[in-house]
């Protein structure tokens, strides 16, 4: 049996507060192949999460829009899931590679996601991030914490970053 990962419902309503969910995209041990998209559009997104699990990030559907046509448009209009820590912060135990720096913050981008029972370990798609593939690491216990005080989404015009209000405080 697959246990939940601790803080995951608080990570989920945190995603959902900026209108984005993670899906499930663990495949069984004999198939190696990736899930479609056909797959994928089955599914909701996940309310908590499980270890040992792989998910991606994915943004909500507009009125009759799939979620391969969401997540192009999210592309499309360059806006991605970071986690975005200042130079004057540095959370502990967390292991981060390969973020964008600005003179203020370090930018984490992230697409996925597996949640080991000890970790969380994000990633983004060297592909779709380019110069900024990034890896975070994350132990269990301070997941939903960190996620709390340092995600948000981001998008870029004209080569700057432009973030909204970043929404925090999701976690006590």
Known sequence: MTDKFPGSINMAHILEAYGWGLYDITTPPPRIECLTWEEIEEQDPAPSYLSSHKYIFLPERQEDETLQKAYARSMKERIYPALIIPHTEKPAAMLAR???????????????????PEKASFFSDPCLYLNYPSTTE???????????????????IENKIILPKMKRNFVN
């Open 138 to 156: 994350i132990p269990s216990p301070l997941v939903a914490e960190i996620f709390s005080r340092y995600f948000a989404l981001t998008q870029f």
């Open 98 to 116: 390969n973020g964008y720096n600005d003179q203020e913050c370090n930018y984490y981008f992230l697409n996925q996601v597996y949640f080991y």
